[in-house]
């Protein structure tokens, strides 16, 4: 009898040791995440964090997931300063200048391009975009996203027909005019409907539509001048909005408050189904249109792993980017995926809006990237600041030039 309770135990113990070292052997990942847009986007990105997990047994991700990027780049400032950064980090939008060059001065990111090169199937998922703005001199890449930001504007086609307004403005020109129609239809009956909102991000994208460089540091005082005029002529027609976020504006076209609304095209998964929207570029200074297509910042890889934790997270990276989860994201969130070899055309049975409004912008005259990733903080910072004197006439077009200088 006591062999036998002696022989139990020790097969207790064998058992439990087993557990041990399936536990032991499965690597841990800590990913924060504050990337999604929309609580719909989170949902998607976290039954793909899972699925990798069920297809990649030997990995655990530990995912902190942060409600919006200001929340994750606060979350990631904490965990720096008490030692913790994490292996993983996704904030989705942040400028070159700030957290993300901390982050690479520091030291506290791996330079991925090694990995990149080592591996032909990696190499070829990275977006052109994201090597153009993130590749440094030196030839290293700190970042890696998996979609790409678009710019635009959505438009509301009830409004357009009820104002007399048969086509899409080609011109600025015929933009106003068509912002002037929009304002004498609701004259006529008596309305409270308007335009465009003028809100800081608005305004920028406006901006950066009419100036020949991306981060307005060789910009010539005639482009920007040029731009100015046409905001104020614009603002004439609106109401501006000072502290309006995006959600604000958003919500405003959901109800029919607002005509136009310049943002991206994944916004369509946010937007009132009952409308009878279109996207369309904006129109460009010198008779070619200008859509918007910009890689923000992705994934990091924290400097903190070791050797097999850096191992697990060029295999999260790789999944990401794959083909198969590119495609679901194009089809359950309306982002562009960043992989080139997507064939988007062929995956877009289920996403007919957001289908014809890439094929708008893939087919504009010129693509810019959005100011909000290409500017950098102080400089968005000054024209938040300022944009809103010049449109009220307290300081003059040079005065706000030199200041974005």
């Known amino acids: 009898m006591r062999r036998v309770v002696m022989m139990f135990a020790v097969c207790l113990l064998f058992l439990s040791g087993c557990g041990g070292q399936e536990s032991h052997d499965r690597t841990n990942i800590v990913l924060l995440n504050g990337g999604g847009t929309t609580e719909g986007d989170n ?9 990798f997990e069920i297809e990649n047994p030997d990995i655990k991700l530990d995912l902190i997931s942060m409600p919006s990027p200001e929340n994750a780049k606060a979350k990631l400032k904490k965990m720096i300063s008490v030692g913790k950064m994490p292996n993983l980090v996704y904030i989705g939008e942040v400028s070159i200048d700030t957290l993300y060059s901390f982050m690479v001065d520091q ?28 590749k440094t001199e030196e030839g290293k890449l700190y970042t890696v996203t998996d979609v790409l930001n678009t710019g635009g504007y959505w438009y ?9 307004i048969k086509n899409v403005p080609e011109t600025w020109e015929e ?36 100036v020949s460089c991306n981060d307005l540091k060789g910009v010539q005082e005639t482009e920007m001048f040029r731009m100015l005029k046409l905001l104020k002529k614009i603002a004439a027609y ?36 009952n409308l009878q929207m279109g996207y369309a570029v904006l129109p460009g200074m010198d008779g070619k249109d200008v859509g918007f297509i910009s890689s923000y ?71 810019q990237e ?12 000054i024209f938040k600041d300022n944009i809103f004197k010049y449109l009220s006439g307290e300081i003059t077009e040079k005065e706000f030039y030199w200041l974005m200088k």
């Open 156 to 164: 509301n086609k009830q409004i357009f027909k009820n104002a007399g």
């Open 238 to 273: 609106t109401d501006i909005e000072k502290s309006y976020t995006h959600q604000d504006t958003l919500r405003s076209f959901n109800v029919g408050h607002c005509a136009i609304y310049i943002g991206e095209i994944v916004d369509a998964h946010e937007m009132n189904p």
């Open 297 to 367: 910042p992705g994934y990091f890889i924290g400097s903190s792993c070791d050797e097999k934790q850096k191992e697990a997270c060029i295999r999260f990276l790789k999944y990401m980017l794959s083909e198969r989860v590119q495609s679901r994201i194009w089809k359950e969130t309306g982002h562009i995926p960043s992989n080139p070899n997507v064939d988007i055309p062929k995956i877009s049975d289920v996403n007919e809006v957001c289908y014809q409004s890439y094929k708008e912008l893939m087919d504009a005259d010129r693509i």
């Open 43 to 51: 949902q998607v990105i976290r039954e793909i964090y899972k699925d």
């Open 175 to 210: 933009f106003l005019e068509c912002c002037s129609r929009i304002c004498q239809w609701r004259k006529e009956k008596y309305l409270n409907t308007i335009p465009v909102h003028m809100d800081a991000a608005t305004a920028a994208t406006i901006l950066q539509s009419g």
């Open 107 to 134: 030291g506290y990111v791996v330079d991925i391009m090694p990995y990149i090169q080592e591996d032909k199937e990696f190499r070829e998922m990275i977006s052109q975009e994201n090597m153009n703005r993130w």
């Open 370 to 381: 959005l100011p909000d990733n290409c500017w950098g903080d102080k400089k968005i910072e």
